[in-house]
């Protein structure tokens, strides 16, 4: 297995803190959305496009990302893709007409997907044979501290110079990264000599080694920003809204140390197992509702563990890390765009028990997707 003998922990938090700002370019726009309606009031409902609209180039572009940043080197993809995702959070800084404000998030899925993709993969590279499986589960921390980071930040920087400000400060942050970056990360000498569009999507689905991490990270994304927008209103517990993201991020570190002894496909099939015990319980004692959906998120969390996890567990060679780490792009973004939906349809026609009885039928089809993939590599 390729790897770093010695695992280089200040080269890993550095990649971890880049993967912050790659999060941040969803959650800057998520969290100044009130603030611009009143900038564009004439947008309706075109202006939470802005924000999805990431997650539909990680649809579109995800499974062929892998290829392409291997190809163009995953050192000149992380410092291109940071730049770029600078200069357009700059550029929004400005108070742009919406169809501009489109067109530049457009082009930062580009930055955002280069990004989750490459990264997760020079973690990985930089990761001992030992560390490697905690050092994934320490990656898949990054969405939820990014979003409790900017929560705390965003309403001061909002207040002092509106949402500008907000998006200023991610680009200067993100340019200060790539600097950082450019000086820290090793000047690799690996390039694939041809890429190909439609050969990269065959080799993709046509291995489950490199879609099996996706799958099992699909069914986690379904549920969990769903989850996270209607539970808390539909328990009138409008304070797990904070707490339930910090919940599932002890699940999931705690998934890459798990990893070091037990195959993640395990890990992930015994974490929708008990997942769906915890639904049945939830319907069944609803007057222990908060404290079951506690223990719910922090077994929720343990999934995206694993399944990063599993990249490097399933796959040896970088190119294959960088591939399966596309597919899973994909996948959870196509989890992530259809879960709202349709739990909103499960709250509007069951109210809260609707919520955790489609709750219940995801934990079951993850444990049955987890479990086909243990058995179809016991080792």
């Known amino acids: 297995m390729s790897g770093a003998r010695r695992t280089d922990w200040p080269l890993e938090a550095l990649l971890w803190a880049a993967g912050l700002l790659a999060a941040a370019q969803f959650g800057k726009l998520s969290l100044t959305l009130a603030a611009l309606g009143a900038r564009y009031p004439e947008a309706g409902g075109v202006l939470p496009f802005a924000v999805s609209v990431v997650g539909i180039v990680g649809i579109l572009l995800g499974p062929v990302t892998g290829g392409?940043?291997?190809?163009?080197?995953?050192?000149?993809?992380?410092?291109?893709?940071?730049?770029?995702?600078?200069?357009?959070?700059?550029?929004?800084?400005?108070?742009?007409?919406?169809?501009?404000?489109?067109?530049?998030?457009?082009?930062e899925g580009v930055s955002h997907l280069a990004l989750v993709v490459a990264l997760p993969t020079l973690m990985a590279e930089a990761a001992s044979d030992r560390d490697r499986p905690v050092v994934m589960g320490f990656w898949g921390t990054f969405f939820g501290v990014s979003f409790a980071l900017l929560a705390l930040a965003a309403p001061r920087l909002v207040g002092l110079g509106g949402p500008g400000a907000l998006y200023a400060a991610h680009g200067g942050a993100m340019a200060l990264m790539a600097g950082v970056l450019a000086l820290r990360l090793p000047r690799l000498t690996r390039r694939r000599a041809e890429f190909d569009l439609l050969g990269e999507v065959r080799t993709i689905y046509g291995d489950l080694r490199l879609v099996?991490?996706?799958?099992?990270?699909?069914?986690?994304?379904?549920?969990?920003?769903?989850?996270?927008?209607?539970?808390?209103?539909?328990l009138g517990q409008p304070w797990l809204a904070v707490v339930l993201p910090l919940v599932s991020l002890a699940g999931t570190f705690g998934a890459g140390v798990l990893a070091r002894r037990f195959r993640p496909a395990r890990i992930a099939a015994v974490a929708f197992l008990v997942n769906g015990v915890l639904c049945v319980a939830v319907l069944a004692l609803p007057g222990a509702a908060v404290g079951l959906v506690l223990a719910m998120f922090l077994v929720i969390g343990v999934v995206p563990g694993a399944g990063f996890a599993a990249i490097p567990w399933l796959n040896a060679a970088v190119a294959q890390r960088a591939r399966a780490n596309g597919a899973l792009a994909q996948l959870g973004n196509v989890g992530t765009f259809s879960g709202t939906?349709?739990?909103?349809?499960?709250?509007?026609?069951?109210?809260?028990?609707?919520?955790?009885?489609?709750t219940l039928a995801v934990a079951v089809a993850g444990f049955a997707t987890a479990t086909l993939i243990g058995r179809r590599y016991p080792a």
């Open 68 to 107: 392409l940043v291997t190809w163009i080197g995953l050192r000149r993809a992380v410092l291109g893709a940071l730049l770029l995702g600078a200069g357009l959070s700059l550029v929004q800084a400005a108070e742009l007409p919406l169809w501009l404000l489109l067109v530049t998030r457009a082009a």
């Open 212 to 234: 099996a991490p996706g799958l099992i990270f699909g069914w986690h994304a379904l549920v969990f920003i769903a989850l996270l927008t209607f539970l808390p209103a539909a």
């Open 341 to 358: 939906p349709l739990f909103a349809l499960a709250l509007a026609m069951g109210g809260g028990a609707g919520l955790i009885w489609l």
